[in-house]
């Protein structure tokens, strides 16, 4: 129920199967259904409050621009300065304007980077923008940089570890007609054809659908850490030689190496079967793993080192906490002290994912603005979170 | 000489219909980088660079200095990226209202919720107002994130914390029936 309640909040986000389960949710719970009203009235009002306030957006630009004394034509100085004295008690009010001007001032530093590339005269620095591909436009292959700063999931974390014999890569290979191969010679991202990812590590070899369902993938040898989009309706399923990982929600990793699959789960559910009884699967739960040696049955689930399992990534995975079990996850992470204000120790953070490289401050800093808190530096060494 | 270049800008003022096709077939990979910097690549960006062409072409007269030509469609391209974001809910509200869910499967849609606005928001932090202001603005939450210089995980949980409070402190009724109900 109470995850119900969380994703009414970002409602308009939501997958248009998510919404469908959340609107069927809110059928059979009139509490839920009326939560979501207000919740939805509050925002319109919001809205409505700002268009009252500021019916122009177009003020906002000038008011962005005019620090720039070549940008504004005399009639539009005269717009804003007409409207000056409203508009800042308009910005004073709305803190989400005052933001919405920083984001116009980085647009206009976007353009002017468009236009500087465009209007160069340096043939070959023309020649490399033509080339150059947009990010939307990058191809699905590329190595992967560490990210600047932590990144947080709510999504599905497994480790999945694979172990298989020669006889059937050959068997496999004889099904591989629609199915692209990615050879990772070094660390790097791919983005699947239904819009997930997937990290591979060096040595790992993964098949892909390049026609048909994509929902599916192989992974015949190596490490891999998954991001899959969820869709309630349709499971994203991994096929090893020797087993088969349905993943029930969104972010996991696997390792190949010989004739084992093993399925570490960080966070969510996932359901391991072996190709010898493929409707017998064990689910994990988060924290758990499980393997599948040859085609025997998948063993039991037990605990794991989730962090241990999914080291190769250079991340750092902590499960649903609260915060003053996080900090002490942290502190030993890192070796150093990490305190939390008695106030906020209770409070629950979703299953975040750190990036050892960007090191603690900035892990930290995560933690702290999703709290409204800052991060202190301690006396000698160690830092504390407190409001 | 350069399809933008002041002289090239005064004579397609003139009335060179030529030099403004060179014009604004200059404009629009500038254009069409920008957009798709801000927004990604697709149909809303292609559909934000041809408005942000209409606008250059049917403001050039206008234009006092043609060596402003940047400045000016720029700011073409400033105010179809607001138009770009306020339109958004525009979009979605006729697909359904946003005062209630799709369904409206309670039958609750319209009781009670005149809301106290100021009152509500109050029990908000500055940075969560900042956010859910924001997301009404039109911002996606990618978006607010970069403005933010946050995740958008982060920004979601934000939001979150803020239904939580708002969620207090205007239905406090609702967790009574929360505690009560059975799991979805």
């Known amino acids: 129920m109470s995850q119900s309640f969380d994703t009414l909040a970002l409602y308009d986000s939501l997958t248009p199967n998510e919404r469908v389960e959340l609107d069927r949710a809110m059928e059979e719970n009139p509490a839920l259904a009326e939560a979501f009203s207000r919740w939805n009235s509050l925002r319109a009002a919001v809205r409505r409050e700002l268009a009252s306030d500021l019916p122009d957006r177009s003020l906002l630009v000038l008011y962005a621009l005019q620090d720039d004394a070549d940008l504004l034509d005399d009639r539009e100085r005269a717009r804003l300065d007409a409207a000056q004295n409203n508009l800042g008690s308009v910005l004073e009010r709305h803190p989400g304007l005052v933001a919405a001007v920083r984001r116009i001032r980085a647009d206009r530093e976007a353009f002017e980077h468009a236009w500087s590339t465009h209007t160069q005269t340096n043939g070959q620095a023309r020649a490399e923008v033509a080339t150059q591909p947009s990010k939307q436009d990058r191809p699905a292959l590329r190595v992967v940089h560490r990210r600047s700063s932590a990144r947080w999931i709510w999504r599905i974390a497994a480790m999945i570890t694979i172990v298989l014999g020669a006889t059937l890569l050959v068997h496999l290979a004889m099904r591989d007609a629609g199915f692209e191969t990615i050879r990772a010679a070094d660390l790097m991202a791919y983005d699947l054809p239904d819009g997930s990812s997937v990290e591979l590590a060096a040595g790992a070899v993964l098949m892909v659908p390049d026609e048909g369902n994509f929902r599916q993938a192989r992974l015949m040898a190596g490490n891999a850490l998954f991001d899959i989009q969820r869709v309630e309706t349709n499971p994203f399923v991994i096929e090893t030689p020797n087993a088969s990982v349905t993943v029930l929600g969104t972010t996991f990793g696997v390792d190949v190496t010989d004739i084992e699959t093993e399925v570490v789960l960080a966070s969510g559910i996932v359901e391991l079967a072996s190709h010898a009884d493929r409707d017998a699967p064990v689910r994990l739960e988060p924290g758990q793993r499980s393997s599948v040696l040859s085609l025997d049955p998948p063993s039991q689930p037990v605990s794991a080192d989730v962090n241990a399992a999914l080291g190769w990534t250079g991340d750092l995975f902590i499960r649903a906490e609260n915060m003053a079990v996080i900090a002490a996850q942290l502190s030993d992470a890192f070796n150093t002290t990490v305190e939390v204000a008695p106030e906020l120790a209770g409070e629950m953070v979703s299953g975040t994912r750190f990036e050892r490289e960007a090191g603690l401050e900035s892990a930290l800093q995560e933690l702290a603005m999703s709290l409204d808190a800052r991060v202190t530096v301690l006396e000698g060494s160690g830092f504390r979170i407190t409001l | ?184």
């Open chain 2, 1 to 184: 000489m350069h399809a933008l270049d002041p002289q090239a800008v005064v004579r397609a003022q003139q009335g060179d219909e030529a030099e403004r096709e060179r014009l604004l077939a200059a404009l629009e990979p500038i254009l069409r980088s920008f957009f798709r910097s801000r927004i990604g690549a697709g149909p809303d960006a292609d559909d934000l660079v041809q408005n942000t062409l209409i606008r250059v072409h049917r403001g050039l007269e206008a234009l006092q200095n043609p060596a402003r030509l940047k400045a000016f469609a720029m700011k073409a391209a400033l105010f179809e990226l607001q138009d770009f974001y306020r339109g958004r809910y525009s979009a979605r509200e006729s697909l359904y209202d946003p005062d209630r869910p799709p369904s409206d499967p309670a039958g609750v849609g319209s009781a009670g919720l005149r809301l106290d606005l100021e009152r509500a928001m109050s029990t908000l932090t500055p940075h969560a107002r900042r956010i859910v202001e924001l997301r009404e603005l039109g911002f996606p939450y990618a978006e607010i994130a970069e403005t933010l210089e946050t995740t958008e995980a982060a920004v979601k949980m934000q939001v979150k914390r803020a239904f939580e409070r708002l969620r207090d402190a205007l239905v406090a009724i609702v967790l009574a029936i929360l505690a009560t109900s059975p799991s979805v």
